[in-house]
């Protein structure tokens, strides 16, 4: 009986223990549901939240990193960079042929300085590679025959001057009519011939050089038989073949003086070349290194053919303000030869600025508002670049003052994106 009591009591203590190991596990487990729960919850609002602040972020940032925000200008800062704004309109393609050309001096800018007396140098004002302006002294020469000259030109004008006071002084009595008309009119014939000789004697002065001003100025000097020759034009001094004390004869050539401006290219081309080429069509030179390049145009088409060649010489006149172009140098011509019948999109190639691998151009969409536009061109030429793709006929696109925007551009911190 005690045994059957002590099983049971066993017994229930085991159902009782299991129990509440059963009851442990579920609180455990549920407390463990409850944490992965709110994990879950946690995890997800986060990748909520983080949606949501991508999304804003996209929201604020995509927009500007396509197209920009404008550059807002006002008209001074306009016209302070040098802004020119084009409505872009179809033109009919250019032909163009390139070839090589060779510089040679302006023929119509090459002045010489030539001794018209015989004469001896006595100074020299400037020297080889010299700038001068017009009229700046460059030698100066005594000559004993200008001497002369100068006696026989003051000679003749005092017998002018006499001759016209004895005119005045007659002029009185004629009417008092105490000399007669005759006499009069020989007192007149005497000045006219005074004249004509004074006149003779001046133009001999100034077949030796003298200028007009220095003639006049002969009743003053103390000084003769000495000539100034003075530069006939702007430019520089290339040639000076001659030294002090020399005695050089009527005729001599002692310097040249050369503008070079502008300068000539002289380019061969084929007869087959030539047939859409003429006087005043538009040109580009390029250096050799071809980073420069130069606006010409045609000034004369050859009538004669090259029997040695077969080609035809063609003469550009090209703009040099920098003096870079010099006689000798080698250059690549552009030439345009007519245009053709295809249509096309053409804008100056500054206005086409490069940022990155992309290549944009600006267009003012408002007054003030300029807004950056990527676009796909051909090939340049005679410094026109064709548009293929990135804007269409009829917007205002910035053809000066790209460069500046450019640069405003870059301070705004812009990103430029790879496509």
Sequence with gaps: MKKSISILFTLALLLNASAFA????????????MAIGEMKMDSHTEEDGHDDHAEQGDEKHGGHEEEGAPIKLSPAQIKQAGIVVQRLQHQKERRVITAPGSVSLNGYLVSEVTALVDATVDVRHVRLGDKVTKGKR?????????????????????????????????????????????????????????????????????????????????????????????????GTVTSDD????????????????????SVWVEVKLAQSQIAGIHAGEAALVSTKDNNTTY????????????????????????????????PGMFVTAEIES??????????????????????????EEETGHFE??????????????????????????VVKGAFV?????????????NH
């Design 338 to 363: 007519g245009r053709g019948d295809v249509e096309v999109l053409l804008l100056p190639e500054e206005a086409v600025q490069r940022q990155g691998s992309e290549l944009i151009v600006f267009i």
């Design 138 to 234: 460059l030698v100066t020469l005594t000559s004993s025959a200008l001497a002369q000259a100068q006696a026989d030109y003051l000679r003749a004008e005092g017998v002018y001057r006499t001759a016209k006071l004895d005119v005045q002084r007659l002029q009185g009595l004629v009417e008092e009519k105490i000399i007669s008309q005759a006499r009069f009119q020989q007192a007149q014939s005497t000045v006219q011939g005074a004249k004509a000789n004074l006149a003779a004697a001046q133009a001999s002065l100034s077949s030796y050089g003298m200028r007009n001003r220095d003639i006049d100025n002969l009743m003053t000097s103390k000084q003769y038989g000495k000539l100034v020759l003075r530069a006939p034009s702007s």
């Design 242 to 261: 001659f030294r002090l004390g020399q005695h050089i004869a009527a005729g001599t050539r002692l310097m040249k003086v050369v503008d070079e401006s």
């Design 295 to 326: 606006p010409a145009k045609v000034i004369n088409v050859y009538h004669q053919l090259d029997t040695t060649t077969r080609t035809v010489g063609v003469r550009l006149e090209v703009k040099n303000p920098h003096d870079v172009l010099h």
């Design 372 to 397: 950056r536009r990527e676009v796909e061109v051909g090939k340049t030429s005679l410094g026109l670049v064709p548009i293929l793709k990135g804007i269409k006929e009829g917007e205002h696109v």
């Design 405 to 417: 925007l450019a640069s405003e551009l870059a301070k705004s911190g812009f990103a430029v994106h």
């Design 22 to 33: 059963e009851e442990n596990h579920q609180h455990e487990q549920g407390h463990d549901d």
